[in-house]
């Protein structure tokens, strides 16, 4: 497969789509934060409202205070477009604890009701960047992907981006990841799930559990591509399935012709403690929902 590391980029990541002049992700990003904000302000912020002159402003500083990627700068932008906005450091710079971050000013009451929602959108987003960062540093052949599994979609995979993660699908419509269920009612006819598959999008990934199943995709898809004239880039999802199992299948793909017809990718209880393992097992991915459910916040405060 020629260029392969240019071919998972192009199965895996969606980063460019994820950015505030795409219109799609701003919208999507603006009504998100709306809803945090709304969620949290209610019918209005009660302390705000008996302490502070409506008409007074202030001037705040955002700090870190640990080490780390910043992330969400462009997501704080969006729901301040009506507030003063100084900007000292940016996504997807390296920051050290005690540093401004951001400095913000306008009108008190504005500032301190979006005080919380501020520091959930940039220690979550921060926190992923960095996590991310950390783990790609020491992989050396193997990228590392997140998953579906978000609880803020998009800005959680904007966050993977930032730490120079592979995003994987954005959602549902986003590419073709055969599972098992979709196999079964097929009755595990590969060649036939690959040609249903390969008309619907560019990209197709079918999930196996074992030796077997993968090596009949591979062969279902050297049928197919041959077919399609390359038109269609396929990658087997290796689930649940350790290194040292992982390791002689790739071997029988190789012997069998058939590696250079797909992208690999090992996922299913993949964590901190052992993604390590899979760094020479011969797969091109290994994705992480620990990335983005299990990242710890990193500490940013207002001021």
Request: proline share 2%; with cysteine.
């Amino acid at each position: 497969m020629p260029h392969r590391d240019k071919l998972v980029l192009e199965f895996w990541d969606r980063s460019k789509e994820l950015s505030v002049k795409n219109k799609k992700y701003r919208s999507f990003a603006s009504q998100f934060l709306q809803i945090l904000l709304r969620n949290d302000i209610g019918s209005g912020d009660a302390t705000s409202k008996s302490l502070v002159n409506g008409s007074k402003n202030i001037s705040a500083s955002i700090i870190a205070k640990e080490d780390g990627i910043f992330a969400g700068l462009d997501e704080f932008r969006l729901m301040n477009d009506d507030l003063k906005i100084n900007p000292l450091r940016h996504d997807g710079d390296r920051i050290k604890a005690g540093e401004i971050l951001v400095r913000i000013s306008g009108p008190a009451r504005k500032i301190l009701e979006r005080e919380r929602t501020y520091l959930n959108l940039l220690q979550r987003m921060s926190g992923i960047a960095t996590l991310t960062d950390e783990l790609s540093k020491k992989l050396k052949n193997v990228r590392l992907a997140a998953t579906r599994k978000t609880l803020w979609g998009g800005m959680d995979k904007r966050a993977v981006s930032i730490g120079k993660g592979l995003t994987h699908r954005i959602g549902l419509s986003d590419g073709i990841l055969v599972k098992d269920n979709h196999l079964e009612a097929l009755g595990y006819n590969f060649e036939r799930v690959v040609d249903l598959a390969k008309s619907k999008s560019k990209y197709v990934e079918i999930e196996v559990e074992n030796k077997k199943h993968a090596l009949y995709a591979a062969e279902a898809i050297k049928s197919i591509n041959k077919k399609t004239k390359g038109k269609n880039l396929f990658a087997i999802m290796l689930d649940n399935i350790r290194p040292k199992e992982i390791m002689p299948i790739i071997k029988e793909l190789k012997k069998q012709e058939l590696y250079d017809y797909v992208l690999l990718e090992a996922s299913g209880n993949i964590n901190p403690s052992n993604f390590m393992e899979y760094d020479d097992c011969g797969v091109d991915v290994i994705s992480m929902g620990f990335i983005t459910n299990s990242a710890k916040k990193r500490v940013i405060h207002f001021y």
